[in-house]
């Protein structure tokens, strides 16, 4: 009876903590704070009030950040883990993801208890759920986003370079490609032209994208732009010749990635086939495996395999990963 409710328990804080983390502000209460913000702007005295408000609102983020900076003094190198959340472009805090991956792994531990395994296996199999999903999902974002904005960078490089050709300077041509181009090129030229307006340089403002992005087709416009500006000569030659550079760089990665895909084929194959061959076992006869769940030398032996599996996988991919 104890072991249930112990189970129960723990079913309910990874609900909990899943729902706090996935839970977004509340749009009636965000829609109503803008409304009195504008009428306190507009009212007599409205800049005392507009500044009390501001000062409670600092006020009150620095206590929704507690919870964040509990888990920053827990998870190791956070400025990292930051920064990889900022990559993805979701509003995504440190706080959200470590209540997600604190809850998937609960969720995860007890469903197996329940399911009769043992606590070392289900500890075990919620620590790798609880840090591994989440890492692999936030990975898959980054690159899925990086990609988007690989394939749209050249035509906005494009876009640049007519507007250069027809009399405009470089500050308008990246206010312009902010307002065309959609997507993430639209959301970081946006972000890039919002700094400038507040008396950041363009140097500046391009370099923190850069070093947000961390893509090698950025930074390349970045150093093409420092040359330019300490050098001089034709821009928009510069960046006519960039964004070609761009594109078959982009054509050789699609090259590589056609030529290594049997490679990547074979390892998903090798990776995955006792995991299949395991689970057909399974289906068949489940007496014959109930006792890998239950003798603790099958427990040790498999966890072991799996580990030498995933230096195997590991291995491979580096072997058919190739850097341009």
Same mark, same amino acid.
């Given at each position: 009876m104890i072991y249930i409710i112990i189970v129960a328990i723990g079913v309910l804080g990874a609900l909990l903590l899943g729902g706090k !983390? @996935? *839970?977004g502000p509340n749009p009636r209460k965000s829609l109503k704070r803008r409304v009195e913000l504008i009428k306190e702007r507009h009212a007599e005295g409205g800049m005392l009030a507009a500044n009390a408000q501001a000062q409670i609102r600092k006020l009150m983020a620095a206590r929704a950040s507690r919870v964040e900076g509990i888990f920053s003094? $827990? /998870?190791?190198k956070p400025a990292l883990l930051r920064r990889r959340l900022d990559q993805t472009g979701k509003d995504i805090s440190l706080g +959200?993801? !470590? @209540? #997600?991956s604190l809850g998937l792994g609960l969720f995860v531990a007890a469903l197996l208890m329940i +399911?009769? #395994?043992p606590f070392f296996l289900a500890f075990f199999v919620g620590l790798f759920a609880g840090v591994g999903v989440p890492h692999f999902v /936030?990975?898959? $974002?980054i690159k899925r986003r990086i990609n988007k904005f690989n394939s749209n960078f050249p035509d906005a490089i494009e876009l640049m370079v007519r507007g250069l050709r027809s009399g405009l300077p470089i500050t308008e041509t990246l206010g312009i490609v902010a307002g065309e181009i959609s997507g993430p090129v639209g959301v970081e030229f946006r972000a890039v032209a919002d700094k400038m307006k507040i008396g950041r340089t363009m140097e500046a403002s391009l370099q923190e994208t850069s070093d947000r992005l961390g893509t090698a087709e950025f930074q390349f416009f970045v150093i093409t732009l420092a040359i330019q500006r300490e050098t001089g000569g034709n821009l928009a030659e510069t960046l006519s010749n960039l964004a070609d550079v761009l594109r078959k760089r982009g054509q050789m990665k699609l090259k590589i990635r056609a @030529? *290594?895909?049997e490679? +990547? !084929?074979s390892a998903y194959i090798v990776g995955s086939l006792p995991f299949i061959v395991f689970g057909l076992v399974t289906m068949v006869n489940p007496g014959y495996m109930g006792g890998f769940f239950e003798d603790q030398r099958l427990i040790v032996a498999g966890l072991g395999g799996l580990c030498w599996m995933s230096i195997g996988v590991f291995i491979m991919a580096k072997m058919v990963s190739f850097e341009i």
């Open positions: !983390a @996935m *839970s003094t $827990l /998870i190791p +959200k993801y !470590a @209540m #997600a +399911k009769g #395994a /936030i990975g898959f $974002l @030529m *290594s895909s490679s +990547k !084929a």
